[in-house]
Structures are given as C-alpha cells and as structure tokens.
T-cell receptor, first 116, second 114 residues
C-alpha cells in the first residue's frame, strides 16, 4: 500500500521567505509526527498530532515554526521568515495511534529544504 | 538521493560476514528501544525493537542485545548482504514521559563489500 508521502521533495528558498511543507500520512493513521534531520544525524522530534489536535509542539525551535492538521489527515509544516540555519531534511511520520502503547512510526521520504 | 553517511562512524564488512553495530543511549528511564535502517534517499525504516524487561530479541537475521547496566544496545546482522548497506540508528523512548517521542542516537554507516 501507499506509504507516507511528502511534498515537495526538494525546496530551495531565499532567506526571509515563508515555506510550507506537506505531509500525507498513511491512510487510517491517527497520529502524525514531524521531525528534522540534519545531515549525518538522526531525526529530531518537532511536533506531534493525534487526529487534528496538536498534542506536543515542544520540539519546534521557535515561533517561526508552526504546524497544522485541520482535518486529521494531511499536515502542513510552515516556516516563516526562513533562515539559513533552517536548511535540513524535514521528515514526517505516521502511526496507527499512540494511546496506551508505542505504535510503529512509518517515515516519509522527507523534504530537503535549502535556504540560500 | 542525499547522503546520510557523512561524518558518521563506519563499519565495513565482507558479504556473508556478521555485523555488529553498537549504540549508547542516554536516558536511564528509557524503556523501549528500536533499531532503524536508513538507505540513501529514504526515511528510516523499522528493523527490530526491544523492551527494557528483555536482554535479547531475535528477528530474521537480526538480533538486538540490551545492556541496561551500561546503557548499551547492539544490533547483530547475520550473513550480511549488500542490501544491508545503509545507515543504522538506534532510538529510545521513555514511555513514562511520552510514548511517541523517539530520541535517536548517532548513526552508523554500514558498508557491505561484495
């Protein structure tokens, strides 16, 4: 079946511009996560949704970063006034649910963001 | 695709040999551990997991060992194949804190020579 998809796969933007990164989770997956992965490092947690509710945004670096999942399916991570330090791979993951137990997170291919 | 192998510990083995990849985790409260495989241009893929009440768990060609005393995890791959070439990450969860927040360790680049 279809896995997690993300778009665009590559995004180059100029410093100061806003960008929106999209994640389409596996159908039926209730929980959705955003991670950021620097080259050579493991993914770092940014935020988590259960259905449409953002349950945890403790990993968002600052208030230029925001995420939404208005209908409990597709999610958008928005970075306002991008800076060069925002350049990274942004990964989305989804899982069936999280209450009561850990459920395997399936990762998408990521969006490579480059801020020039 | 992008390379995820820069500046990583590396392990180079011959096809057919066994591989052992090590990981030190940081949180003594972590009670669930997962090994992920990440191929170039792809997202991390689940390999095997282990709970803290276990010392060893075996899968198909893979075994995970957990030593809670020294906070050490290892992944053993038997009869390594060229398709095993990838970056391997361990990840931990403290389910008493949150049962979803994966904390990844440093990756190891495994290269299998034919």
């Amino acid at each position: 079946g279809a896995g997690v998809s993300q778009s665009p796969r590559y995004k180059v933007t100029k410093r100061g511009q806003d960008v929106a990164l999209r994640c389409d989770p596996i159908s039926g997956h209730v929980s959705l996560y955003w991670y950021r992965q620097a080259l050579g490092q493991g993914p770092e947690f940014l935020t988590y949704f259960n259905y449409e509710a953002q349950q945890d945004k403790s990993g968002l670096p600052n208030d230029r970063f925001s995420a939404e999942r208005p209908e409990g399916s597709i999610s958008t991570l928005t970075i306002q006034r991008t800076e060069q330090r925002d350049s990274a791979m942004y990964r989305c993951a989804s899982s069936l649910r999280t209450q009561g137990a850990y459920y395997e997170q399936y990762f998408g291919p990521g969006t490579r963001l480059t801020v020039t | 695709g992008e390379s995820v192998g820069l500046h990583l510990p590396t392990l180079s083995v011959q096809e057919g040999d066994n591989s052992i990849i090590n990981c030190a985790y940081s949180n003594s409260a972590s009670d669930y551990f997962i090994w992920y495989k990440q191929e170039s241009g792809k997202g991390p893929q689940f390999i095997i997991d282990i709970r803290s009440n276990m010392d060893k768990r075996q899968g198909q060609r893979v075994t995970v060992l957990l030593n809670k005393t020294v906070k050490h995890l290892s992944l053993q791959i038997a009869a390594t194949q060229p398709g095993d070439s990838a970056v391997y990450f361990c990840a931990e969860i403290d389910s008493g804190g949150s049962n979803y927040k994966l904390t990844f360790g440093k990756g190891t680049l495994l290269t299998v020579n034919p």
